[in-house]
């Protein structure tokens, strides 16, 4: 695609950027045993490792999720033996969060994947493409700043 109009341009990151991740889901789900390591899975998993012993409501937070979504997200992965919910010992109505050894591992794994899938994409393009989309990543981080500002998930 060449050049985009400015007015073009919101459109075009909306419907790209879902399109990019849908589609580095389904390369790197293809030949993985189930249970999958699904995206909002990955992203909580993520955050738990990042951040042992986060609370619910505060990874709802960090993830942008209402908190009863993030509570069925851990249901799954507390059931799949990748979570550990422990109670909070300052609030026992609380629950902390904690990878599993196993946990870490489908994490560093579903890692390994991504950033092998990625880089031989990106070698795949020429270097004025490598370069144009290191340059647009701090736009991009701004973008998403600008989005959060305000958010309050229900």
Same mark, same amino acid.
């Given at each position: 695609m060449g050049s985009v109009a400015a007015g073009d341009l919101p459109d075009e990151l909306a419907g790209l950027l879902p399109r990019?991740? !849908?589609?580095?889901? !389904?390369?790197?789900?293809? @030949?993985? #045993?189930? #249970? !999958?390591?699904?995206? +909002?899975h990955a992203e909580l998993l993520r955050l738990v490792v990042d951040e042992p012993g986060i609370r619910v409501s505060t990874a709802a937070h960090s993830l942008c999720l209402a908190p009863n979504s993030v509570s069925t997200?851990?249901?799954?992965?507390? +059931?799949?033996?990748?979570?550990?919910?422990?109670?909070? #010992?300052?609030? @026992? !109505? +609380?629950?902390?969060?904690? #990878?599993?050894p196993a946990g870490t591992g489908k994490l560093s794994d579903w890692h390994a994947r991504r950033e092998a899938l990625f880089r031989e994409h990106l070698a795949g393009l020429d270097a004025a493409d490598r370069a144009a989309l290191a340059a647009a990543l701090p736009a991009l981080h701004r973008l998403a700043a600008?989005?959060?500002?305000?958010?309050?998930? +229900?």
């Amino acid at each position: 695609m060449g050049s985009v109009a400015a007015g073009d341009l919101p459109d075009e990151l909306a419907g790209l950027l879902p399109r990019i991740q !849908r589609l580095a889901r !389904r390369r790197l789900w293809s @030949g993985l #045993p189930e #249970p !999958r390591l699904r995206g +909002a899975h990955a992203e909580l998993l993520r955050l738990v490792v990042d951040e042992p012993g986060i609370r619910v409501s505060t990874a709802a937070h960090s993830l942008c999720l209402a908190p009863n979504s993030v509570s069925t997200l851990v249901n799954h992965l507390v +059931a799949e033996g990748l979570l550990r919910r422990e109670q909070d #010992p300052g609030d @026992g !109505r +609380a629950a902390l969060l904690c #990878p599993t050894p196993a946990g870490t591992g489908k994490l560093s794994d579903w890692h390994a994947r991504r950033e092998a899938l990625f880089r031989e994409h990106l070698a795949g393009l020429d270097a004025a493409d490598r370069a144009a989309l290191a340059a647009a990543l701090p736009a991009l981080h701004r973008l998403a700043a600008s989005l959060r500002e305000g958010d309050e998930i +229900a």
